[in-house]
């Protein structure tokens, strides 16, 4: 069964560790995500992106692939399905078809429109038990061609937004999506610090967990957040292997073709880096 993201992230609060959310994109993804959760006890997130949802063909079969496979996998852990970014529509769209978390990028819209949007969302929410995501302070990077900048918040909006009732918050804290560039500054733990005296106890959510240093991630963890986004990272691993099986020329070996035997040294990928993910954010044996 679908659960809520609020429990597990208390939880992950009071107890100084954060829940991953990893992003799908197919079935080889989500098995490799719920395999790993389970066999490492973890409590888990699986994101959706709005064009990773487009991808699968839309939400309804994400929301029928996914509750089967806790079925037919015997999926005892928590596990959330979460649309990440969303838009107010694909908001919409995946509660009527049975998400068991939203997010609501509202942050490029004036304050008072994300005011507006969110408050709505929110009561649908609670009314329906689900979890709800703000975000304030655009996450830098591209995601899906939403192109943000990679902002720090301001802690009085984030307390505005955190006040109208959401389960978790995303504050900009100069991280990106996507791989890091060099000269990348680094999170800004002030304004997460700033952040955390607003809104209090609300969890807070760690966009762009890709290529953070285990150290900021270790600081961030202690300073309020209990989720952390990671999706190119697993992107890069299954590339990685599969250029790998595909250059050692084993998809012309036998029936090395067989897109079960093509596609399984990238689904072993994506379970060791969630494995890494889950050590490091201390959510092993917390389901
Ligand atoms: P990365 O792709 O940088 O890991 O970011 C993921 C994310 O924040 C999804 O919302």
Request: net charge negative; with cysteine.
């Amino acid at each position: 069964m679908l659960v809520s993201a609020k429990e597990m992230l208390n939880k992950a609060r009071d107890g100084k560790y954060a829940v991953g959310q990893f992003n799908i994109n197919n079935l080889e993804w989500t098995k490799a995500i719920l395999q790993t959760a389970e066999e490492l006890k973890s409590p888990v997130i699986l994101g959706v992106s709005e064009g990773a949802g487009k991808y699968m063909t839309g939400y309804k079969t994400v929301v029928g692939m996914v509750k089967g496979m806790l079925e037919e996998l015997k999926i005892t852990v928590p596990v959330a399905l979460h649309l990440d970014h969303g838009s107010y529509e694909g908001a919409k769209a995946c509660i009527e078809a049975g998400f068991s978390s939203v997010m609501f990028d509202g942050s490029h819209y004036p304050i008072d429109e994300n005011v507006a949007k969110t408050t709505e969302l929110v009561k649908i929410c609670n009314d329906k038990g689900l979890s709800i995501e703000a975000e304030v302070g655009s996450i830098g990077g591209e995601e899906d061609g939403v192109v943000g900048m990679g902002e720090c918040a301001d802690p009085k909006e984030c307390k505005m937004i955190a006040d109208l009732g959401v389960t978790m918050l995303a504050a900009g804290i100069g991280n990106i999506h996507g791989k890091y560039p060099d000269n990348w500054a680094g999170l800004s733990f002030e304004t997460l610090e700033a952040v955390k005296n607003e809104v209090g106890d609300m969890p807070l959510v760690l966009h762009g967990g890709t290529g953070i240093p285990a150290d900021m991630i270790k600081k961030a963890i202690s300073l309020g957040v209990a989720k952390i986004n990671v999706n190119t990272e697993c992107q890069l691993a299954f590339q990685e292997a599969t250029r790998k099986y595909i250059e050692a020329g084993k998809d012309k070996e036998g029936k090395g073709f067989d897109p079960r035997k093509l596609l399984a040294p990238g689904a072993e990928a994506i379970k060791a880096t969630v494995k890494e993910k889950m050590e490091l954010f201390g959510s092993v044996g917390k389901a």
